[in-house]
């Protein structure tokens, strides 16, 4: 059974996709990073980022391991540089 999550994208993220959000499908009891290679086989110019990310489940920080259940929110967060 898969599960329906929307993804958010940010900055060169957003620009790199050409959308700022989108929805996925994955199947039930897939993580965090179960849904980030799902998201780089459809969107591969996002793959070039993929170890710097950070993630969010619901407007909270979290681990790559965590599980995502149906309707969640993963936001993606490149590494943000500043001074």
Do not use: K, W
């Amino acid at each position: 059974m898969d599960i329906r999550i929307r993804v958010r994208l940010y900055a060169v993220l957003r620009e790199a996709a050409g959308t700022g959000e989108l929805e996925l499908e994955v199947p039930a009891g897939a993580t965090c990073e179960a849904a980030m290679r799902e998201l780089f086989d459809r969107l591969p110019a996002l793959r070039r980022f993929g170890d710097h990310l950070a993630c969010a489940v619901n407007q909270e920080y979290a681990d790559r391991q965590t599980v995502l259940r149906d309707g969640d929110e993963l936001a993606l967060i490149p590494p943000v540089s500043g001074g």
